[in-house]
């Protein structure tokens, strides 16, 4: 089972800021089938990036995704009012499906 | 737009089985070619994938839940089931729907209590 590992936890930062966050695998993702997820208070997650780099439709392009093998970042380029969540990484390229323990990325 | 929306008892007592079920509306599980999961989240806390099926029936369970878990489809119903047995207070959790391996429809998810 490959283990993902998010960090910061928490990340504390104002609106318009930047902020980066990092995914880092036990072993290699498999092509690269890494996911990112939001998710706000009471709803569902919502998918932002796949295939590491891939905005789903719809997504902001302030959101970016990078990185291969072992370690993933998520970059929001100006944090907006909505973008304060808690995000998840996600590996699809083995099995079982597994998540990252999600960073809370919350106002200063 | 495809729309995912979970269905089933939101208490249940320990030892006994879970189920709900996913129905989809606004296109057919059977096209596509993707894989329909669940997913969970405790309060508070993370999420944990549970399972996949394709429309033919082929399913693939996370180990640390497989004894206990099978889902179903029905592909006349465009709906899924999932069923886990032997709850404990570690199952309760919000039980989310899903379509694909990277996940992009959700339902909206159950909160299903497991108390006496």
């Known amino acids: 089972e490959i283990v993902l590992t998010q960090s910061p936890g928490t990340l504390s930062l104002s609106p318009g800021e930047r902020a980066t966050l990092s995914c880092r695998a036990s072993q290699s993702v498999s092509s690269n089938y890494l996911a990112w997820y939001q998710q706000k208070l009471g709803q569902a997650p919502r998918l932002l990036i796949s295939g590491a780099s891939s905005r789903d439709t719809g997504i902001p392009d302030r959101f970016s995704g990078s990185g291969s093998g072992t370690d993933f970042t998520l970059t929001i380029s100006r944090l907006e009012p909505e973008d304060f969540a808690v995000y998840y990484c996600q590996q699809y390229g083995s099995s079982p499906l597994t998540f990252g323990g999600g960073t809370k990325v919350e106002i200063k | 737009q495809l729309q995912l929306q979970e269905y089933g008892s939101g208490l249940v007592k320990p030892s006994q089985t879970l189920s709900l079920t996913c129905a989809v509306s606004g296109g057919s599980l059977s096209s596509g070619g993707y894989s329909w999961s669940w997913i969970r989240q405790p309060p508070g806390k993370g999420l944990e994938w549970i399972g996949y099926i394709y429309p033919s029936g082929s399913t693939y369970y996370n180990p640390s839940l497989k004894r206990r878990v099978t889902i179903s489809v029905d592909r006349s119903k465009n709906q899924f089931s999932l069923k886990l047995t032997s709850v404990t207070a570690a199952d309760t959790a919000v039980y989310y729907c899903?379509?694909?391996?990277?996940?992009?429809?959700w339902g909206q998810g159950i909160l299903v209590t497991v108390s006496s």
């Open positions: 899903a379509r694909g391996f990277h996940f992009d429809f």
